[in-house]
């Protein structure tokens, strides 16, 4: 009955981790921001995931920031954010980190390169 019970509560937590990581890629694409791709992390890395995208200028990424934040504050999810008004800015939950970027700045820094032995899954926009 116990295993049950833990099963269960686990089952509902990975639910949960998953709606807060779909909902976050939802507020992106209705943000305009494309590109958007989903890095699984290994279980023992800082996160679950890792969500890349693309915004076409600074003021994008403000306001997908802020919209994020919102969200988050309203399912009362922790967050923390940095870099609101530069060309790239993240918001890191428990489950993920949102890293939104500029084109130019994407195509410099190539993140997606570091997770090269983690599952990437590109997401359509």
Not at 34 to 56: G, H, K, P, V
Not at 79 to 106: H, K, M, P, Q, Y
């Amino acid at each position: 009955m116990l295993i049950l019970f833990l099963v269960t509560l686990l089952n509902k937590k990975i639910n949960e981790k998953q709606k807060l990581i779909k909902k976050s890629i939802d507020v992106l694409i209705s943000q305009n921001c494309f590109n958007i791709q989903n890095i699984e992390l290994n279980s023992d890395a800082f996160a679950d995931n890792i969500i890349l995208s693309t915004a076409r200028s600074q003021r994008q990424i403000a306001a997908t920031i802020d919209k994020l934040k919102s969200y988050y504050k309203s399912i009362g999810v922790e967050f923390i954010s940095e870099g609101d008004s530069t060309t790239w800015a993240l918001i890191a939950t428990d489950t993920a980190v949102i890293n939104i970027l500029t084109e130019e700045s994407r195509s410099f820094y190539l993140l997606e390169d570091l997770y090269f032995d983690c599952k990437i899954t590109n997401i359509d926009t």
